[in-house]
């Protein structure tokens, strides 16, 4: 735990780590504690009329020497606020209603998700009875999600909240067509072949409705006879894709969706090329997903901990030059990943823009701010600040993970507007 020390305000110093016991809405600065990093920010903080500040020793700059520095708190004093607001505060202020853009867009985001996840239920209810209609309705719905997402100049992908409710079913049909198109963009394939493959990754398990449900929901290990059964799904999905007259190439992905590159997959172990280009974009999404969202939660990875596996640990498995785009465009840190950032303080990756992945914008953990006004942190516009580390859910304390709520299962959903808000525009 870092020591605690009280410093006077012509105390302040270049290299002080200091803790401002304001609200979060009442001083101009984007964290109410952090190290001074320049003389501007010792006037603002002497601007703000404190006799003193909270500063930790361990934190701060090993250089750091102060005469007679403060050993109990002092006397508590009320901030004075100036009569005109300062050039910092007014950037405050910009930061907030950036925040609050960002708030109703995310929103906006969620109330498409569940649209959409409604359009692929009554999909895969109508599989049977109407197949025509079905496969008509499903290339409607991959069009309009691939032409908002070709057309757009930025692609912001968001983890999606938890008041969704009701389509757990539909959600990893939907990621893995989200995480197909996703590649697709980044790999500048042209619309009509992005049709075909947003087509056959959303329809790429039919073929486990020929599967019994008592082997699809069996927790525990399946036996050899109903494994063998169970890998026969992508055969039995083209017999269904055949019915509904899907293009060759959807056909493709619903019967190879589970080969591997190092011919280890099923049911019929291709391998390399002989594994079609778009069945091994949607191997990879389809295996990101089920690694994140597997029938039992509590076998679930982290969105960073299945995109290392399936770097460290599984590289052979899939297309090298297909897995480095999935990685490029998700960035080391996927929408959902806890991190914390290089000034200690914990968050949660909530929207990665494909053009600048490492700089995510991450819901950020603060006991003083309400959760519904949660710092919303752009890392674009904090070139200083970094993430210094992934952690798992289990590792952070109960409050924060409550605070930052990120979904038992993860779901992504795309915001084809600019993902970095104007203030004053919608």
């Given at each position: 735990m870092a020591e605690e020390q009280f410093v006077t305000m012509d105390q302040l110093q270049v290299g002080l780590y200091i803790h401002l016991d304001m609200k979060w809405f009442d001083h101009p600065f984007p964290f109410s504690h952090f190290k001074i990093k320049n003389d501007e920010q010792i006037q603002t903080l002497r601007s703000l009329g404190l006799k003193a500040l909270r500063y930790s020793a361990d934190l701060s700059d090993p250089n750091i020497h102060l005469h007679e520095p403060g050993s109990s708190p002092p006397p508590p004093s009320l901030p004075i606020q100036p009569l005109e607001p300062s050039p910092a505060m007014l950037a405050k202020r910009a930061m907030m209603e950036q925040m609050r853009l960002r708030r109703e867009a995310a929103e906006r985001i969620e109330k498409a998700f569940v649209n959409t996840a409604h359009t692929v239920r009554d999909i895969e209810k109508n599989l049977y009875c109407k197949p025509a209609e079905t496969l008509k309705q499903a290339t409607q719905l991959v069009h309009q999600i691939a032409d908002s997402i070709l057309s757009s100049p930025e692609l912001a992908i968001q983890v999606m909240g938890d008041k969704l409710g009701g389509e757990e079913l539909y959600f990893h049909s939907l990621n893995v067509t989200m995480l197909s198109l996703m590649?697709?963009?980044?790999?500048?394939?042209?619309?009509?072949?992005?049709?075909?493959?947003?087509?056959?990754?959303?329809?790429?398990?039919?073929?486990?409705?020929?599967?019994?449900?008592?082997?699809?929901?069996?927790?525990?290990?399946?036996?050899?006879?109903?494994?063998?059964?169970?890998?026969?799904?992508?055969?039995?999905?083209?017999?269904?894709?055949?019915?509904?007259?899907?293009?060759?190439?959807?056909?493709?992905?619903?019967?190879?969706?589970?080969?591997?590159?190092?011919?280890?997959?099923?049911?019929?172990?291709?391998?390399?090329?002989?594994?079609?280009?778009?069945?091994?974009?949607?191997?990879?999404?389809?295996?990101?997903?089920?690694?994140?969202?597997p029938p039992l939660i509590i076998d679930a990875l982290t969105p960073h901990e299945a995109l290392s596996l399936m770097f460290a640990k599984m590289r052979s498995k899939y297309d090298p030059k297909l897995l480095s785009a999935f990685i490029r465009c998700l960035g080391v840190y996927p929408p959902g990943t806890i991190v914390q950032l290089s000034n200690g303080l914990i968050g949660m990756v909530s929207t990665v823009n494909t053009a600048h992945p490492m700089k995510p914008i991450v819901v950020v953990y603060d006991a003083d701010v309400p959760k519904e006004e949660a710092i919303i942190l752009d890392m674009d516009s904090q070139p200083e600040l970094n993430i210094s580390k992934a952690i798992r859910p289990s590792q952070v304390p109960r409050e924060v993970y409550v605070y930052l709520s990120p979904r038992k299962r993860v779901s992504y959903y795309f915001d084809a507007n600019p993902a970095r808000p104007t203030p004053g525009k919608k």
């Open positions: 590649m697709a963009r980044d790999l500048k394939f042209p619309p009509e072949i992005v049709g075909a493959l947003g087509v056959g990754a959303l329809l790429h398990d039919i073929g486990r409705k020929e599967v019994p449900d008592k082997i699809l929901l069996k927790t525990e290990p399946l036996t050899p006879a109903e494994r063998n059964f169970f890998e026969l799904h992508p055969t039995y999905g083209v017999e269904i894709a055949k019915k509904m007259q899907l293009a060759p190439a959807s056909l493709h992905i619903v019967g190879e969706h589970h080969e591997l590159f190092d011919g280890t997959g099923y049911p019929n172990k291709l391998k390399g090329d002989g594994i079609s280009l778009l069945a091994r974009i949607v191997v990879i999404a389809n295996a990101y997903d089920e690694l994140c969202n």
